[in-house]
């Protein structure tokens, strides 16, 4: 028998202890690396807002992400856009928001939107989560980043994850007042964010957001309360009779509190029925008023009062502002640094 020189031993004893491995790696459970409880490595760098959230997932993925700092495509912040200017200083006042939501504020088009966010991530000054709002169906929220910040000169306080999702109701609450076949011309004169509504009206009162609303019918002062159903009864009746002097001394101004669901609202109604909120407080579901815009029905939150629209509230005079929210002239005072004189528009 011919015997196998060194090298073909060599050869022939790594080949059997590869063999012998591979065997022993057969079992899940003595290779991490195949153990199916060990989430898989994702491959691809960036996923299209398009592709379905795999099932099972909570409407939350995880925290905001930024993109990998050696994968950054370096862009002067300077240089951008006019658009992408006027998202990021939109960005800086309400917090975060979905690219189907800025797509109806800022970009005019979902496509358009997810291109230009897709640029500002891959430019580090956009970090993203996903949120799934239908089974099947998901996209991303945005917000500026660390290094976004860092670039923009302007400071991070950030929210936590729980209070994403109260943002991003914020800002739907915002579109769906606005909306208008006519860009240039829509009914929401002024939006202030939450971070714009703290000296509005007065130290204790301080509204998710404050919308100035104005049809040929006239206009209305609304101040308006997202309701996530995480509140319990002694939070919510404090925070409705601090309501009540202030809207009490502004005759066109009204408060409208958006609630999750019908349960909610008849909630609401029994926890407002003895504070006394006169006829300027109203609560309505955040379906209904997305669905119905300025013709949703409000329901009254003081015993004895009918229900009404929100068109019926509108009463003159005509409060018109010369960059109402959406148009040409908004997005570029947004770009250029924001500071609509808003003044005359939240007269009482």
Not at 78 to 84: A, V
Not at 115 to 133: C, K, P, Q, S
Request: glycine share 6%; proline share 7%.
């Amino acid at each position: 028998m011919v015997q196998p020189s060194l090298l073909g031993r060599a050869k022939l004893e790594t080949w059997e202890t590869r063999r012998s491995e591979a065997s022993f790696r057969l079992d899940p459970r003595q290779d991490p690396r195949q153990d199916p409880r060990r989430p898989a490595r994702e491959n691809p760098r960036f996923v299209h807002e398009s592709d379905p959230e795999p099932r099972g997932r909570p409407s939350m993925s995880g925290a905001f992400r930024a993109i990998d700092p050696a994968s950054t495509q370096e862009r002067d912040p300077d240089r951008l856009y006019r658009l992408d200017r006027a998202c990021l200083r939109l960005l800086l006042r309400c917090g975060a928001a979905t690219s189907v939501q800025l797509a109806a504020l800022v970009y005019g088009n979902v496509r358009l939107a997810q291109y230009h966010l897709l640029r500002l991530h891959r430019a580090g000054l956009l970090e993203r989560t996903a949120i799934v709002d239908e089974p099947g169906r998901a996209e991303y929220a945005y917000r500026v980043g660390t290094s976004g910040h860092q670039r923009l000169g302007t400071r991070r306080t950030p929210a936590p994850a729980t209070y994403v999702r109260h943002m991003l109701d914020t800002v739907d609450a915002a579109r769906a007042l606005n909306r208008s076949s006519d860009r240039e011309h829509p009914p929401v004169q002024l939006w202030l964010a939450d971070s714009m509504t703290g000296d509005v009206l007065g130290r204790f009162v301080r509204p998710d957001s404050i919308v100035v609303v104005t049809t040929e019918a006239g206009s209305a002062v609304l101040a308006v309360e997202i309701d996530e159903a995480t509140e319990h009864s002694r939070t919510i009746r404090a925070k409705f009779a601090a309501y009540r002097r202030p809207i009490g001394l502004r005759p066109n101004w009204h408060l409208i509190v958006v609630v999750p669901s019908a349960i909610r609202a008849d909630w609401m109604i029994r926890q407002a029925a003895s504070l006394d909120l006169g006829a300027q407080a109203w609560v309505v579901t955040r379906t209904d008023l997305t669905r119905d815009s300025l013709d949703t029905v409000l329901r009254p939150l003081t015993p004895g009062s009918s229900s009404r629209s929100i068109r019926s509230l509108l009463k003159p005079p005509a409060r018109l502002l010369l960059a109402p929210v959406g148009s040409r002239a908004w997005l570029e005072l947004l770009a250029d640094g924001g500071g609509e004189g808003g003044g005359g528009a939240l007269a009482p």
